[in-house]
């Protein structure tokens, strides 16, 4: 051998020697142990953090009564997160048999899926690779989406952390309500709805299987949007979900060879806040701070709202104002069309239940609900609570006689009460006078002077008292005899309460919106809508007695109808302001008013008089006919239901004697007759049209002015629209019919 021979045989000598097999299984068990000392030290150093905000935020979810979306807000996250009990077995199991068949027996990582997607993070080649369902929830719930290696490896290390400490049905429960499924729904309760107008708990498990097969590529697989592959892919990894859950045992192989593709329903807009929509949330949300739920509790998110509302008696009630109001206005073309507002609440009067609501021509265009604000007079609509407080208190007259319906009264307009400190000689519609009108007489055409007399009779303390027990406010409310003309404040969704408190016999009936509210840490307690009796039977039902006439007879009567029973009042404020028919049948108590809102800047209230060029818009026009419309759809046509009437009180009425303010007349005793004798026919030109509402003597000036009843103290002359405090002026100008 040369010399170079052996310098070669060195080299090679000393290459082999350097790699000996030895040398190399050394070197690769310390690179082990390396990075096995880096992974624990990782391990060490990791720890689970708190979930990222993004992933714990929900939006509220409002539903009407039957479970139908109604609206979600909050967050800007679609999600509503659900215990996993709610969701079925078999669709637990179509997610698992999709993305992770071993994941009940698995550490929680797969280690060569991880590999997989670290290559390719590397390599630049993206999201790629096959995590477990425990990787995916702590991608979702504790880090971020970001393709980086660091975050591969803290996802690798707190999913083996999250396994070991968590309970496999709670890692499940966190991966359904993270996920994202498409068509902006984050968790399983929002995918269920987006995609088949269900809740979570009512998914069968072909169902689940397309939710689940959608997370492999969601904007792919939505069967709405996807291209003839992406369909023919999602239906093979639904085949592919199902089969796995055969092989595992979830599902059995003749259930599942039975089971048809679910196309999904085609993708709704979520809906927002516009039209009646935002003015029943903010109605919930003001009864659920009522309860105790704070802004800041409920703007936390993850409410589930279920509200009373009706769906279609709202949409019922949405078309009737629609048809009979709407429709007739000229808003852009016409001053006073552009000022009217129409609000109105209707009532289970067994329950409490707002079943329908109406606040206005749209919450993003008018803000204020007209349904629940209290600025305006409910007017008559207050009269037939003074006469609830006569037979509730067993009042008299002046004269001594027990109040009821028979009992008869002075009907002279601008007639002084007597027994008031507070002068007090409210002008009737038109300014005409009634001779020896009975009580029902004088509820059927909203007498003024009647009942400003009952209401000194009865004392405005007692009539007080009782409104307040039945429901009407403490707003704006002196103990005066104004009262007698709801001088008071009130909204639609009050008087819907005390109406229907007469309706269910004299029994509390508190308007609810909230059917329930429900949280997964916490629960809020509904109000109960039904209290206990606060006017006896028979004064609630003889009340009833009286304004069932007022509607087949009197001023209600655009809303008669053989359709159904119905008892009501009509009421029209001071300037013609507001407009208001309250009524009830035996399954609906409706309130309707119109209001005159002044469009300028800072609002104001302003008169209703020639809205859609009909002159002046009393609560017997609009109003009525709103109510009848909505009443006949909203009971499907009609009902056989009637009143159940017990122990009416007509009172005591006196011989006839001849009426010092009127010309005599030929009359048969007012108690035998007492809606239809001609003795109660007006002094003056007869009203051939029941009336509501009046205008003030500057308006409409009476012909021959009434003289002062005998033994009466002369009434102050005070002008119309005097800006005296209610009850220290004659109230001329209010018009309370």
Known sequence: MGRADARRAARSGGIRGLFTWRKMLGTFFGLCLLVMGAFAALYVYVDVPAANAQAEKQSNVYKYSDGTLLARTGSGVNREIVDLAVVPKKVQHAFVAAENKSFYRDQGVDLKGTARGLLNTLSGKGKQGGSTITQQYVKNY??????????????????????QGMKKDDILAGYLNTVYYGRGASGIQAAAQ????????????AQGAYLAALLQAPSQYDWAVASPTGKKLVKERWGYTLDNMVDEGWLGKAERDKLTFPAPQSPKAAPGMEGQTGYLVEAANQEMARQGVTEEMREAGGWTITLNIDRKKQKQLEKSVDRELESQLDRKSNKTDATVQAGATSVDPKTGKVVAMYGGVGATEHWISNATRQDYQPASTFKPLVLASALENGSKTQDGNLI??????????????????????????????????TVQTAMDKSINSVFAQMVVDVTPKAVKKTALELGVPDKNFPERPAIT????????????????????????????????????????????????????????????????????????????????????KTGTSENN???????????????????????KDGGGQVTLTGTANSGRANGGGFPARIWADYTLGALGGGSDATFDLEGVEHGEAPPVTRSPSTT???????????????????????????????????????????????????????????????GERPENGLLGQ
């Open 577 to 599: 302001k507001a407009a208001w028919f309250a009524a009830y049948t035996p399954e609906l108590s409706t309130v309707v008013a119109l209001y005159g809102e002044s469009t």
């Open 664 to 726: 005599p007349s030929e009359s048969t005793s007012p108690s035998e007759t007492p809606s239809r004798t001609p003795s109660e026919t007006p002094s003056g030109s007869p009203s051939t049209t029941p009336g509501d509402g009046e205008s003030s003597p500057a308006e409409t000036p009476s012909e021959t002015p009434s003289e002062t009843p005998s033994g009466s103290p002369s009434a102050p002359e005070w002008p119309g629209g005097d800006d005296r405090p209610p």
């Open 142 to 163: 504790y880090l971020t989406q970001d393709q980086t290696v660091s975050r591969k490896l803290k996802e690798l290390v707190i999913s083996l952390k999250v396994d």
């Open 404 to 437: 009821g319906l028979d009992t008869v009264y002075d009907g002279t307009s601008k007639r002084p009460v007597v027994g008031s400190d507070t002068p007090f000689a409210p002008q009737n519609e038109d300014d005409i006078s009634y001779d020896r009108p």
């Open 485 to 568: 003309l709801g001088t008071m404040n009130a909204s639609t969704w009050d008087m819907a309460g005390v109406y229907a408190t007469l309706d269910n016999h004299g029994k509390k009936v508190t308007p609810t919106i909230v059917k329930s509210a429900e949280h997964r840490d916490r629960t809020m307690e509904p109000v109960d809508g039904t209290g206990g009796q606060v006017i006896s039977r028979a004064s609630a039902d003889t009340v009833t007695k009286a304004l069932t006439e007022v509607v087949d007879l009197g001023s209600g009567h655009e809303a008669d109808t053989s359709a159904y029973d119905a008892a009501g």
């Open 194 to 205: 987006a995609y088949y107008g269900v809740d979570a708990k009512d998914l069968d498990v």
